[in-house]
């Protein structure tokens, strides 16, 4: 068990636009050491390296695989590649926090989190939205009782993407699709919120590529409540979310990546909470130091079953709305 103070060393796999905001928060964040960073076209890499502070730069994944300074890697590379790279990392014992969607399937999911159990090492699903300040702070709100009895919630993720065949959104073979990319977000949302979802029906439509472009979600929950969700890359900007109780309700402006959340009772404004602290995946850093710290192979916040039942939800949204599989 680390005693808290140690330095964790972090490996980085994919130096696309995303991996360059997760390394300014994590060259930012006491006592994670920016380590490695490995891509397959080495002066990707290296220039990767020298611009956030990496110490050193790898040209294949097994070298930084092979490096005994790093204790834990992430990717971020597109979906169809988590499976393969996440399985390697944990065969040579390092921890792993790999982006959403963790792979594209239920099956593959629940393969990769039954390898990192057997194998006794860290697996991660990275869903920084459950651990933001100010997704907490509603959380804690809805469970102090702050608006009643849960009935209803809405959360949307879309917006006006790509029309290239070829590019990562809009291509099968590489994991494209709204439900995969976004459509997470509000799921993974609204399950966090109003608990597990028991059912839900989608309708959508989907690009010429076969991906879907444009999903509409209703959702019924364990807890009785009811959900409704889109997600798009061919609509104006809509990124917020809303929870509704018998006495109140909270709004979360921009929720995947929330700065604030809004309490209201009879239409008045009771709180207002606001995170003034700059970046997005500081939070999820820090309870992936912490949950190495205490020697766990999954995160208390985002487990291992959580992943499991999210790939189980697109994978059914997904089917109902036909799909192209991946």
């Not at 609204?190 to 839900?200: A, Q």
Request: hydrophobic share 45%; aromatic share 6%.
């Amino acid at each position: 068990m680390r005693n808290g103070t140690q330095r964790i060393g972090w490996g980085l796999i994919g130096p696309g636009r995303f991996a360059q905001e997760f390394a300014q928060e994590l060259v930012a964040t006491e006592r994670a050491g920016p380590v490695a960073v490995a891509s397959r076209d080495l002066g990707k890499a290296q220039d990767f390296a020298s611009r956030f502070g990496f110490e050193k730069a790898h040209g294949s994944y097994e070298e930084l695989f092979a490096d005994q300074a790093v204790d834990i890697v992430y990717i971020v590379v597109p979906h169809v590649f988590h499976a393969e790279i996440a399985k390697e990392a944990i065969l040579a014992g390092k921890a792993v926090l790999c982006e959403k969607p963790l792979t594209p399937g239920p099956e593959t999911t629940r393969e990769l989190s039954c390898l990192a159990k057997e194998r006794g090492v860290f697996l991660m699903e990275a869903m920084k939205t459950g651990f933001l300040p100010a997704i907490q702070k509603a959380k804690a709100w809805i469970d102090e009782g702050r608006i009643g009895d849960l009935r209803l919630a809405q959360a949307d993720f879309c917006f006006s993407g790509p029309t290239d065949p070829s590019d990562r959104l809009m291509n099968p073979e590489l994991g494209g699709g709204a439900v995969l990319d976004v459509g997470i977000y509000p799921l993974h949302l609204t399950r966090m919120l109003l608990g597990e979802i028991e059912s839900l029906a989608a309708k959508g439509t989907l690009a010429e590529t076969g991906v879907e472009d444009s999903t509409a979600i209703v959702s019924r929950h364990v807890s009785g409540a009811s959900s409704a969700m889109t997600c798009s890359f061919r609509t104006e900007e809509a990124m917020s979310a809303s929870i509704f109780g018998t006495s109140g309700m909270i709004e979360i402006p921009l929720f995947h990546a929330a700065k604030k959340a809004i309490l209201k009772q009879g239409g008045e404004v009771i709180e207002v909470f606001e995170d003034h602290e700059i970046g997005m995946v500081a939070a999820e850093i820090e309870a992936v130091m912490d949950a190495l710290d205490e020697g766990l192979i999954e995160c208390p916040g985002h487990t291992h079953e959580d992943s499991i039942r999210l790939a189980e939800l697109m994978h059914e949204v997904r089917s109902q709305l036909g799909s192209v599989a991946t």
